[in-house]
């Protein structure tokens, strides 16, 4: 049974930083194409982030590419999202995805989601 565990959002002030982490368990990250997508209250859930597994190669959104970094931890089996100066509109409960048929494309699995808020 495959599993996906977010960690790490919170409240932030415009202009700074987090990191949010996705634990996997029942597969491995580095067998699958992965993703962070996000969906903000009365908004579509949108891509943020996609990784696949050889390369590996990366894609982001349009709006936070520059700003985000996707990474894989094969020893702790768990995918990251860095982010940086973020902007109040990157508030949304972000979301981790696994098993991604094509890079980008939702996969079937999910996280819970992390709530990140970003202040003005």
């Known amino acids: 049974q495959v599993q996906l565990v977010e960690s790490g959002g919170g409240l932030v002030q415009a202009g700074g930083s987090l990191r949010l982490s996705c634990a996997a368990s029942?597969?491995?990250?580095?067998?699958?194409?992965m993703g962070w997508f996000r969906q903000a209250p009365g908004k579509e859930r949108e891509l943020v982030a996609a990784?696949?597994?050889?390369?590996?190669?990366?894609m982001y959104g349009t709006s936070v590419k520059d700003r985000f970094t996707m990474s894989r931890d094969d020893v702790k089996n768990s995918v990251d999202l860095q982010m940086h100066s973020l902007k109040p509109e990157d508030t949304a409960v972000y979301y981790c995805?696994?098993?991604?048929?094509?890079?980008?494309?939702?996969?079937?699995?999910w996280g819970q989601g992390t709530q990140v808020t970003v202040s003005s």
């Open positions: 995805n696994a098993d991604q048929s094509k890079l980008g494309a939702p996969g079937p699995y």
């Open positions: 990784i696949s597994p050889i390369g590996p190669t990366t």
């Open positions: 029942g597969g491995t990250v580095s067998s699958w194409r």
